[in-house]
């Protein structure tokens, strides 16, 4: 996404009459934040963007709410052509105010991928009127279980999509909220703030086909804990790499294992990586690579060296959208030799979810630098606030996001930007 465009979140004046005197118009932070949509088998087939204002904005004339002031800024984010281009193969959900489905800015919204949420606390006849029109004019539109009044129904039946809220594990209670919905047929549903993978189970069995949270990211106390041969074959890798072992020995770990070379060789051949010609042998791919750029491959393969570990590629694409927003924003902000630990930070901060073990018995097994581990076990150090904001955009922690960026001096602006170039930038990743 351009600078300019996404300047527009923090200035850009709304289409309204012009104000009194006496208002305030001075621009105030404006963060945007994200959560992916799962599909049952853990794939991330979309993301639910908003805004969060880390305070009050200004209220102008013409405008009913705080919540549409919001809306116009998520707008002008997601109608950028970079973000189309890059998020065409996904769906982007917008929680919109029923004030703003007037707002002209709806129009340059693409028809396919985009999802309208609209949860109407009054939902008058204009405003229904108003959905339907949206839904024929191709918008999916997703209504909330917890507004499905009388008057609501019909549209519902039209809708593409009902959200239930299931947070708090209310298991007992979600069984009679379905009941209500038996005769509503057509609209997928999809679980919102889903906290545990019990709760994603129970959910799947309940026919859901969505699901919004980050159950995914957390420890699973029931699953066994011990780290497979295959990954421990990578970590082995990622030491020798780390202390810069010769590549003769490096090579000989990859001949016991085809996939693995397979593997590189696909990675380094690929056209993310901009080689002009084709490499053909791991030698020769090691070479290119250096031991830096294959850290980083090995730290990515970690999480997809399972083929069929649909989990491990979820968190590897919020591993990704971490790394490289915190490389982003450190990137002239750190001293040279710190730079390139931004982007591993934020790749193991994940890396226990993903093994499912405490991140301590994990940082065991590799050989990381002091200032990693710091970041990684103990919150502290030149790494950690980067990884802390990057955390904060997932879960609209509104106070840590605020006091981050005034602690580490960057404006609105540069988090916006950083934030959406990285997750325009992983889903350039081939996974």
């Known amino acids: 996404m351009s600078p300019a465009t996404l300047k527009t979140l923090s200035t850009q004046p709304l289409h309204r009459p012009e104000p009194k005197a006496e208002e305030s118009l001075a621009p105030m932070p404006r963060f945007i934040t994200r959560q992916p949509l799962l599909d049952g088998e853990f794939r991330v087939i979309g993301y639910e963007l908003k805004i969060n204002a880390a305070s009050p904005l200004p209220v102008l004339p013409g ?54 949420a609209v949860h109407p606390t009054n939902p008058t006849p204009a405003f229904l009127a108003r959905c339907q029109a949206l839904s024929r004019d ?68 309940l026919s859901f086909d969505l699901f919004q949270g980050y159950f995914f990211t957390q420890l699973r106390p029931a699953n066994g804990r011990a780290i497979d041969t295959s990954r421990l074959r990578i970590i ?10 010769e590549f003769p020995l490096i090579e000989a770990e990859f001949k016991p294992d085809p996939g693995l070379s397979y593997k590189m060789l696909r990675f380094i051949n690929s056209p993310a990586v901009g080689l002009r010609y084709s490499i053909r042998s791991i030698g020769h791919a090691l070479l290119m690579l250096g031991h830096d750029q294959l850290y980083r491959w090995l730290t990515l393969l970690l999480f997809t060296h399972q083929e069929s570990d649909g989990r491990g590629k979820a968190l590897l694409r919020n591993a990704l959208i971490r790394a490289r927003f915190a490389e982003i ?51 502290r150090g030149v790494y950690a606030p980067y990884l802390h904001l990057a955390s904060a955009c997932e879960s609209s922690d509104r106070e840590s996001i605020s006091q981050l960026t005034d602690a580490l001096g960057l404006s609105p602006e540069a988090v916006n930007l950083a934030h959406m170039s990285a997750l325009i930038w992983s889903e350039g990743m081939d996974l």
């Open 63 to 116: 405008a009913t709410s705080l919540r549409q002031i919001q809306d116009e800024a998520l707008l002008v984010s997601v109608i950028d052509q970079e973000y189309q281009h890059a998020l065409s193969r996904r769906l982007t959900l917008l929680n919109l105010d029923p004030a703003t489905l007037d707002n002209p800015l709806l129009d340059k919204l693409p028809r396919e991928g985009s999802v309208i």
């Open 138 to 205: 191709g918008f999916a539109l997703a209504i909330d279980e917890a507004a499905l009044l009388p008057g609501m129904i019909p549209l519902a039946r039209q809708s593409r999509y009902l959200r239930f809220d299931v947070g708090g594990n209310d298991l007992m209670g979600l069984c009679d909220r379905m009941v209500r919905i038996h005769g509503i047929q057509g609209p997928r549903l999809i679980a919102r703030n889903v906290e545990s993978e019990e709760t994603f189970a129970a959910c799947r069995k």
């Open 236 to 245: 082995k890798l990622m030491n020798q790499v780390m202390s810069h072992a």
């Open 329 to 379: 924003l450190g990137d002239d902000r750190l001293a040279k030799e710190y730079r390139g630990g931004l982007f591993i930070v934020g790749i193991l901060s994940m890396l226990d979810a993903l093994l499912n073990l405490p991140m301590a018995q994990v940082l065991d097994t590799l050989n990381l630098s002091e200032p990693i581990v710091d970041a990684l076990l103990h919150g």
